[in-house]
């Protein structure tokens, strides 16, 4: 949204990564599946894996595992990682609208952009460099590198980094973890329906504001 002057009202925008600005969803789910299936564990259903986008791989592992002892832990962590390297050696698409939605939020001098995401340091890392997208941020934080979703610690670290209030920041997320960590500490959150999460999920962590699409949040934030 907008102020009275034309600039953006929040001084920082936070992006969650998959789901939210790349469309990883399918990528995601059949390396998991398969990394299952390597270690001989239950087949994992695509709803299963989809529930668990955007916590970091120890805590998604944990949840769709449940029981699992740290050997085979660490051998689906790395059969996933493997096969989730090899395929992102072909970027990621971004979903319609984000870069040009990004580039006009990056034309306001006064707003900061950031990424809090579920990914690796090293794997988002290595989707910034494929996508042509590291220096659209101004911070970023991942799950391995602080606490994992929905913890806030990582919104708290980026708010430090960037000396914004959570009053003037915004986070923009697909999943009830982006919701529930922005919410607990009192920020406005963006729920955009087109990720993982089905929108009732949503909506119990009342979002600012729904939207079906990127445009729509874009369009949200300039009034």
Same mark, same amino acid.
């Given at each position: 949204?907008?102020?009275?002057?034309?600039?953006?009202?929040?001084?920082?925008?936070?992006?969650? $990564?998959?789901?939210?600005?790349?469309?990883?969803?399918?990528?995601?789910?059949?390396?998991?599946?398969? #990394?299952?299936?390597?270690?001989? $564990?239950?087949?994992?259903?695509?709803?299963?894996?989809?529930?668990?986008?955007? %916590?970091?791989?120890?805590?998604?592992?944990?949840?769709?595992?449940?029981?699992?002892?740290?050997?085979?832990?660490?051998?689906?962590?790395?059969?996933?990682?493997?096969?989730?390297?090899?395929?992102?050696?072909?970027?990621?698409?971004?979903?319609?609208? !984000?870069?040009?939605?990004?580039?006009?939020?990056?034309?306001?001098?006064?707003?900061?952009?950031? !990424? #809090?995401?579920?990914?690796?340091?090293?794997?988002?890392?290595?989707?910034?460099?494929?996508?042509?997208?590291?220096? $659209?941020?101004?911070?970023?934080?991942?799950?391995?590198?602080?606490?994992?979703?929905?913890?806030?610690?990582? %919104?708290?670290?980026?708010?430090?980094?960037?000396?914004?209030?959570?009053?003037?920041?915004?986070?923009?997320?697909?999943?009830?973890?982006?919701?529930?960590?922005?919410?607990?500490?009192?920020?406005?959150?963006?729920?955009?329906?087109?990720?993982?999460?089905?929108?009732?999920?949503?909506?119990?962590?009342?979002?600012?504001?729904?939207?079906?699409?990127?445009?729509?949040?874009?369009? $949200?934030?300039?009034?």
């Amino acid at each position: 949204m907008t102020s009275s002057t034309g600039e953006l009202r929040y001084r920082l925008v936070i992006f969650d $990564w998959d789901g939210t600005l790349v469309d990883s969803e399918a990528r995601i789910v059949s390396c998991m599946q398969a #990394a299952a299936e390597e270690i001989g $564990w239950t087949p994992l259903s695509r709803e299963a894996v989809r529930d668990i986008i955007g %916590l970091g791989l120890p805590e998604a592992i944990a949840r769709l595992c449940p029981g699992i002892d740290a050997r085979r832990a660490e051998a689906l962590r790395a059969g996933y990682a493997r096969r989730f390297v090899a395929a992102d050696q072909s970027p990621t698409p971004f979903f319609p609208g !984000v870069e040009a939605g990004l580039g006009r939020l990056r034309r306001s001098p006064a707003t900061r952009l950031a !990424v #809090a995401t579920g990914k690796s340091r090293r794997g988002l890392d290595r989707a910034l460099a494929t996508t042509g997208a590291g220096g $659209w941020f101004h911070a970023t934080r991942t799950a391995d590198e602080t606490r994992s979703k929905p913890d806030p610690r990582m %919104l708290e670290e980026l708010l430090i980094e960037t000396g914004v209030a959570a009053s003037e920041a915004l986070m923009i997320g697909d999943t009830e973890y982006d919701m529930a960590m922005a919410r607990s500490l009192g920020m406005d959150r963006v729920a955009v329906t087109y990720g993982v999460h089905a929108p009732e999920r949503l909506a119990q962590c009342e979002p600012t504001f729904t939207a079906d699409d990127f445009a729509a949040v874009i369009d $949200w934030l300039h009034g």
